[in-house]
């Protein structure tokens, strides 16, 4: 393997530079098991990004699908639900292996995943609702599913009214010295941030519960903790939005 393809490879699995972005799932499997993948495909011409996010999709359609209609096949329903938790994170590693995304590539990107997470929070209020007749349950769904997306919304319309990054003043280098070790201080943040129920982090909590047949269970969780996430966004963007008003 060549220096500079080692290199690249490297950079992909460092963690991001603030801790806000840190993603318990996404730190310890999908990094980790996407900077092997990338060894055996990142070089492959005709795998590219956008064919993965669309793979990715495919999985996440078919699991829901499975969900609603078929939910014995609980190995089938585990397996798409990984391949889509390990194909979310693939494509933008192997966009930015390759030299940077795309507009089409974030596009497809955003729409899979609004699509896809609907659907999925439907079909697990379609089956709660069938396992236990209880006509509610689609509505804890739609409020997971509005939580979810509106968290992701605000974050990017306060995103873009952060100015470009070469008109940001360059940050002093830190020069205090944390009082734990580095890999303390990152257990800590990282099992902190584990409630919040990431969106990387849900498919792993999601194939537990599904094997133990609780989808009902799963929907409650999402809801509630998506609902909170949304409630500490909002606050916290509107918060960064009005600092900006000030600059």
């Not at 896809?116 to 069938?130: D, E, K, M, N």
């Amino acid at each position: 393997m060549s220096s500079s393809r080692s290199q690249r490879l490297r950079s992909l699995i460092a963690l991001p530079a603030h801790s806000s972005d840190w993603e318990f799932t996404s730190v310890l499997i999908s990094r980790p098991l996407n900077f092997l993948l990338l060894h055996l495909v990142g070089d492959v011409a005709w795998i590219t990004p956008n064919l993965v996010t669309l793979l990715g999709f495919a999985s996440f359609l078919c699991a829901s699908w499975l969900i609603a209609f078929h939910p014995v096949h609980l190995a089938a329903i585990s397996l798409l639900l990984f391949a889509r938790l390990i194909l979310d994170d693939l494509d933008g590693m192997m966009a930015r292996y390759r030299g940077g995304g795309s507009k089409l590539g974030s596009y497809l990107d955003k729409t899979t995943d609004v699509i896809g997470f609907f659907l999925f929070f439907s079909a697990l209020g379609y089956r709660s609702a069938i396992a236990l007749n209880q006509g509610w349950y689609p509505w804890i769904a739609h409020v997971a599913t509005f939580s979810l997306l509106t968290t992701g919304y605000v974050k990017w319309v306060v995103h873009s009214f952060e100015p470009p990054e070469s008109a940001q003043p360059e940050k002093p280098a830190a020069t205090s010295i944390p009082k734990r070790p580095w890999y303390k201080i990152f257990a800590i943040l990282l099992f902190l941030k584990l409630p919040a129920l990431n969106e990387c982090d849900i498919f792993p909590l999601a194939i537990i519960l599904l094997l133990l047949g609780k989808p009902h269970w799963l929907l409650w969780v999402l809801a509630t903790t998506q609902v909170f996430q949304m409630l500490a966004m909002v606050i916290i963007r509107g918060a960064r939005a009005h600092a900006l008003d000030r600059k």
